[in-house]
Antibody
């Protein structure tokens, strides 16, 4: 059974770079028809999509975060990563990684989620 | 960018039917997915492709999508259904240059 596990620092200072890694186990990240994405949820708020990547490296980003985000994939390690630059308190959230599935390439849904990683930005 | 609108809250008595809406321009032309999130837990997919259920999701959960509104319906609501529910679409253009994931703001279901 496919499982995703986020890892990364729980606490950062303003202006630092957040790096999170999602380790994929129980299946290959190189499976076709899948994208791999990052979603965050600020305390008491809804879900905010950050961006997604295919195993070939094709990326899509939330326009509101695009200037500060890069997502990369390492198929040899079966994992993908998020870099969020110049963090502020507004980036404090639970960060989830998730697999996107769809056979057509037009209607992706997220069928497997990690448990989430809590990130706090504070001086 | 595409916007999905959900009511902030829906309240229903146990055993009754809950309907949670997700509004968007011509959303009927898109494929809508629904997630359930309980406090302190990751979201769980409950409906995909407008009305399909993943394995393990009770038949009490169903979905529909037409015009400008998609609806998640939960029949015979149980206390354990109390959670936040989010709708989602994958907003694509014809050449897949700038595809986006869009979430609704979420609806808190109180039982």
């Amino acid at each position: 059974q496919l499982q995703l596990q986020e890892s990364g620092p729980g606490l950062l200072k303003p202006s630092e770079t957040l790096t999170l890694t999602c380790n994929v186990s129980g299946g290959s990240i190189s499976r076709g028809n899948s994208y791999w994405g990052w979603i965050r949820q600020a305390p008491g708020k809804g879900l905010e999509w950050i961006g997604s990547i295919s195993y070939t490296g094709k990326t899509y980003y939330n326009p509101s975060l695009m200037s500060r985000v890069t997502i990369s994939v390492d198929t040899s390690k079966n994992q993908f990563s998020l870099n969020l630059f110049s963090v502020t308190a507004a980036d404090t959230a639970v960060y989830y990684c998730a697999r996107h599935q769809d056979s057509s390439g037009w209607y992706y849904y997220m069928d497997v989620w990690g448990k989430g990683s809590t990130v706090t930005v504070s001086s | 960018s595409y916007v999905l609108t959900q009511p902030p809250s829906v309240s229903v008595a146990p055993g009754q039917t809950a309907r949670i809406t997700c509004g968007g321009y011509n959303i009927g032309t898109k494929s809508v997915h629904w997630y359930q999130q309980k406090p302190g837990q990751a979201p769980v997919l409950v409906i995909y492709y407008d009305g399909d259920r993943p394995s393990g999701i009770p038949e009490r959960f169903s979905g529909s999508n037409s015009g400008n509104t998609a609806t998640l319906t939960i029949n015979r609501v149980e206390a354990g259904d109390e959670a936040d529910y989010f709708c989602q679409v994958w907003d694509s253009n014809t050449d897949h240059v700038s595809d986006h994931v869009v979430f609704g703001g979420g609806t808190k279901l109180t039982v």
